[in-house]
């Protein structure tokens, strides 16, 4: 609830991302032309979605799977302990 006003206001996606203004103060080359500087931050826009999307779970079901055989196997090992 602490961002929804933001999100009422900006009708984006609210699952668009965005470089921080750190990332770029950090990225930003000596002397770097403002244009030179946003096509290369485009450029890397583009491979940090593809490195996000291939880092997501795939299905909440598999997740779901995943936790619910964590918690059989740890309930087996408290009872064998």
């Not at 990225?27 to 826009?45: K, Y």
């Not at 583009?46 to 779970?57: K, M, N």
Request: hydrophobic content about 35%; glycine content about 4%; proline content about 4%.
């Amino acid at each position: 609830m602490r961002h929804a006003e933001e999100f009422r206001s900006h009708r984006t996606s609210p699952f668009e991302r965005q470089w921080t203004g750190y990332a770029h103060w950090t990225f930003r080359e000596f002397n770097e032309l403002p244009h030179h500087f946003t096509a290369r931050m485009c450029h890397a826009q583009a491979a940090a979605e593809s490195y996000v999307r291939s880092t997501r779970e795939a299905s909440p079901v598999l997740d779901s799977m995943r936790r619910f055989t964590k918690f059989v196997a740890g309930s087996g090992g408290a009872l064998t302990c």
